[in-house]
């Protein structure tokens, strides 16, 4: 019982290692290896290689696999190129394997003290993440090492000698027990080596343990396919390409399968090198022979799997994937498109209003209510992701991105519940009471409505540039809009003065719609704080200079 229980928790530590190491290359080079896997890679040969280096840097085909669908989903890449990555990825975590078997004893514990004690002097910076990749690395190359340990005792049980030596050569039963090693370890690799130690105990022949190598390959594909279910289908495709490859593999070593034994049986190799190396050879010359075929394999996972369909509401978030939450540049890249979602129902909403001051709609219809409804249910999907992110390992950089994406998401909702309030005193005033603004009232309305649409639009791309001198057009169209705000609210007092019908009945509720436009056109302008609060700090003295009284 403590020897299974010694195995599953070293195949837990490399989980965690690997997810360590993913995570840490993530967050420090998680913009390069986006630019890297985001960009079209129409030829081949360069998607392939890509694929492999970027295995060999997150030690995790799995980690490809999510990187690449995750891309995919979000369209930022195509199928083609996504599956020759995939077929890369194969061969990284192939040589990766290769790697990993030399006596690394020494590395694992200088990898981990290095890492902790870079990791914990300078946590925020580039240097601490990378100490813990270090610390990811270490734990790694351990965990195999305990893989191997651990599983020595079992291999000498009687039964299961008796297991594996029910085991004869059948390709598909060898393979399924394969497939089912690498899904019970989460690791193709930690399949693979738990092979070539069977078969240098000599517990399991050559020919079967190619089976199980096999096996181990499968199942990779199969933990990938099974991993992208919740997203969408695009992302699905990738993993079901991959996992027809493997698949495919299986196909084409069968007729070869026994003279190919043969020959590796004459070499002058132990068994575990044999069984490492045909482990690389084989990925490198599997994806080598179908790499060209990849335009073929994604015309069929299209035909194989298509976009379900269903009625998709519009109140809900279409870019918050949750696999880029490891990747705080991609996540970010989301939670930006969908914070523009809400600009833009803030937008329509003014224009709404509008329509209603004018009497061209009643004042709060149908749809008003169900734009509101949207612009909340995107506010907190926003909040939600961006609450999943864990700000003390985001840089510097993303850190003040996050800042900026979440106030800018709180300041549209408050101004989506502010237009709604208006909408309905506006209503009250319209209905109950059977008042109407007068034509040079509701002129002036308009004037600094069009100031106020023209402001929220400069915001939003204030945000989405980070251009200090967007920024400072910005807090300019402020002042202007306020100087406007003034000069009106003086001019419908003089109306007051010369007591004119309309003005003095519409009086309050003149002031009120004014007053809420100003802090409206503050949650617009609140962005360009945001901007020259790290790009020019005199900027902001200079403004709060020019506000004051």
């Known amino acids: 019982m403590l020897t299974l229980l010694n195995l599953l928790s070293a195949v837990a530590l490399l989980v965690w290692g690997t997810h360590i190491v993913r995570t840490g290359i993530l967050r420090v080079y998680g913009t390069a290896l986006r630019r890297l896997l985001g960009q079209n890679m129409s030829k081949r040969p360069l998607a392939f290689i890509a694929g492999i280096l970027v295995t060999a840097v997150v030690q995790s085909s799995n980690a490809t696999a999510m990187l690449t669908t995750s891309f995919v989903g979000q369209g930022l890449m195509t199928l083609v190129p996504a599956l020759t990555i995939m077929l890369g990825a194969d061969v990284g975590t192939a040589l990766m394997s290769r790697v990993l078997t030399f006596d690394l ?19 925020q910076t580039r240097v601490g993440q990378m100490g813990r990749v270090g610390i990811g690395l270490g734990l790694i190359i351990l965990a195999l ?11 000498q049980a009687q039964g299961v000698k008796v297991l594996f030596g029910s085991l004869t ?7 399924l027990v394969g497939a089912l090693f690498a899904m019970v370890s989460y690791s193709s690799l930690a399949a693979v080596l738990l092979t070539a130690t069977l078969a240098e105990a000599g517990v399991i022949s050559l020919p079967v343990a190619i089976g199980l190598v096999i096996g181990a390959n499968i199942g990779s594909g199969l933990l990938a396919f099974i991993s992208t279910n919740m997203q969408n289908t695009p992302g699905r495709q990738v993993a079901l390409g991959s996992l027809l490859y493997k698949l ?24 575990q090198t044999m069984v490492i190396g045909f482990h690389v050879i084989y990925n490198s010359l599997r994806c080598a022979i179908l790499l060209p075929t990849t335009g073929w394999m994604a015309k069929l996972c299209s035909a194989l799997l298509q ?103 709180v300041n549209l909702n408050l101004a989506s519940d502010l237009i709604e309030r208006m909408l309905r005193k506006v209503q009250q005033q319209k209905t109950s009471q059977r008042r109407s603004f007068s034509d040079v009232g509701l002129e002036e309305m308009a004037e600094l409505h069009t100031q106020l649409m023209a402001n929220l639009r400069l915001g939003l791309n204030v945000y989405l540039s980070g251009n200090p001198d967007s920024a400072r057009q910005l807090l300019k169209a402020k002042r202007t809009f306020r100087a406007l705000e003034r000069r009106l609210a003086h001019a419908h007092v ?52 020019q506000e004051t009284p």
């Open 105 to 123: 004893s020494w590395l694992s514990p200088l990898l981990i003290f290095l890492g902790v004690v870079f990791f914990l002097s300078r946590k």
């Open 145 to 155: 090492q305990l893989i191997v340990e651990a599983a020595t005792p079992i291999t």
């Open 169 to 175: 050569g059948d390709i598909l039963l060898d393979a």
């Open 248 to 271: 495919l593999g299986l196909l084409l070593i069968i007729p070869v399968l026994e003279p190919l034994a043969h020959w590796m049986d004459s070499l002058n190799y132990d068994a």
């Open 307 to 409: 976009p379900r369909p269903q009625a998709q509401r519009e109140a809900g978030p279409r870019h918050l994937d949750p696999a880029a939450l490891s990747t705080p540049s991609l996540a970010l890249a989301n939670a930006t498109r969908e914070t523009l979602r809400i600009g833009d129902i803030v937008e329509n909403l003014l224009r709404a209003m509008l329509n209603v001051l004018r009497g061209h709609q009643t004042a709060v219809t149908q749809e008003v209510r169900q734009l509101s409804d949207e612009a909340e249910a995107l506010y907190s999907a926003v909040k939600l992701y961006l609450a999943q992110m864990p700000r003390e390992d985001l840089s510097d950089q993303d850190s003040h991105r996050w800042a900026e994406t979440i106030e800018l998401a």
């Open 494 to 545: 003089s109306r007051l003065q010369r007591k004119v019908v309309q003005s003095i009945e519409t009086s309050s509720l003149h002031l009120e719609l004014i007053a809420d436009m100003k802090r409206m056109n503050s949650l617009f302008c609140a962005s360009a704080y945001a901007v020259l609060g790290t790009a020019d700090t005199g900027a902001l003295l200079a403004e709060a200079n």
